[in-house]
């Protein structure tokens, strides 16, 4: 089947510096990439949407300049949480859209600012 | 996307059959139900989807009425390992680039021994 994976699984920040987290598709081309973020106790939340190439699409209430979407290519997206805050820890999850349109999810990357 | 209601939590003993609901009495005509699951700390997991006839897998079987407006996801044989959040979602059919999956609430099921 088709795998996402998450890079990295976890990790732990100082406020105010930015934290790249990775999203590739490792056995598929993924023309679009999605990205969520899910708070304890609450539903994944769609953040914006990816398409290799192009300009990230950004959910309502979601800062463009804070969550800095790149995706370079047909296997990997990027996420940069900039001047990250505390507030901003949370479970990153990435998905991936496959050539038949399904999606697929990575493993999530757990953030921790201090 | 239509909006789906599911019951936050349900329990399940281990080895019976867990049904799972889901309400989407606005579903569109070309939108198809999908079930995700998670499983704490994790991504979630593709399970099933469906347009209208009902359909079965290795993992589960997704019944859905004849009138569209509501569906359930049955895990014949539920083991601890199923305990995990269950999220039934809409879209726009497979093949539509603009589909994009949104998660409601879903329910939370428990496997008891």
Same mark, same amino acid.
């Not at chain 1, 899910?38 to 539903?43: C, D, G, L, N, R």
């Not at chain 2, 499983?39 to 209208?52: A, M, V």
């Not at chain 2, 539920?78 to 879209?91: E, F, K, N, Q």
């Given at each position: 089947?088709?795998?996402?994976?998450?890079?990295?699984?976890?990790?732990?920040?100082?406020?105010?510096?930015?934290?790249?987290?990775?999203?590739?598709?490792?056995?598929?081309?993924?023309?679009? *990439?999605?990205?969520?973020?899910?708070?304890?106790?609450?539903?994944? *939340?769609? *953040?914006?949407?990816?398409?290799?190439?192009?300009?990230?699409?950004?959910?309502?209430?979601?800062?463009?300049?804070?969550?800095?979407?790149?995706?370079?290519?047909?296997?990997?997206?990027?996420?940069?949480?900039?001047?990250?805050?505390?507030?901003?820890?949370?479970?990153?999850?990435?998905?991936?859209?496959?050539?038949?349109?399904?999606?697929?999810?990575?493993?999530?990357?757990?953030?921790?600012?201090? | 996307?239509?909006?789906?209601?599911?019951?936050?939590?349900?329990?399940?003993?281990?080895? !019976?059959?867990?049904?799972?609901?889901?309400?989407?009495?606005?579903?569109?005509?070309?939108?198809?139900?999908?079930?995700? !699951?998670?499983?704490?700390?994790?991504?979630?997991q593709y399970i099933i989807h469906g347009l209208k006839n009902?359909?079965?897998?290795?993992?589960?079987?997704?019944?859905?009425?004849?009138? !569209?407006?509501?569906?359930?996801?049955?895990?014949?044989?539920?083991?601890?390992?199923?305990?995990?959040?269950?999220?039934?979602?809409? !879209?726009?059919?497979?093949?539509?680039?603009?589909?994009?999956?949104?998660?409601?609430?879903?329910?939370?099921?428990?496997?008891?021994?």
């Amino acid at each position: 089947g088709a795998v996402v994976s998450q890079h990295p699984s976890w990790v732990i920040c100082k406020s105010g510096t930015s934290v790249k987290i990775e999203c590739r598709s490792l056995d598929f081309q993924a023309t679009t *990439m999605f990205w969520y973020r899910q708070f304890p106790k609450q539903s994944l *939340m769609l *953040m914006a949407t990816s398409n290799e190439g192009s300009k990230a699409t950004y959910e309502q209430g979601v800062e463009k300049d804070k969550f800095l979407i790149n995706h370079a290519s047909l296997t990997l997206s990027t996420l940069t949480v900039t001047s990250a805050h505390p507030e901003d820890s949370s479970f990153y999850i990435c998905s991936a859209r496959d050539l038949e349109n399904e999606q697929f999810f990575g493993p999530g990357t757990r953030l921790t600012v201090l | 996307d239509a909006k789906t209601t599911q019951p936050p939590s349900m329990d399940c003993a281990e080895g !019976r059959a867990a049904n799972l609901p889901c309400n989407h009495s606005t579903i569109s005509g070309n939108e198809y139900v999908y079930w995700y !699951r998670q499983i704490h700390s994790q991504g979630p997991q593709y399970i099933i989807h469906g347009l209208k006839n009902n359909e079965t897998n290795e993992m589960a079987s997704l019944i859905i009425t004849e009138d !569209r407006k509501s569906s359930t996801l049955i895990l014949p044989h539920a083991t601890l390992r199923d305990t995990a959040v269950y999220y039934c979602i809409v !879209r726009v059919a497979p093949g539509n680039q603009g589909g994009k999956l949104i998660f409601g609430q879903g329910t939370e099921l428990s496997v008891k021994p």
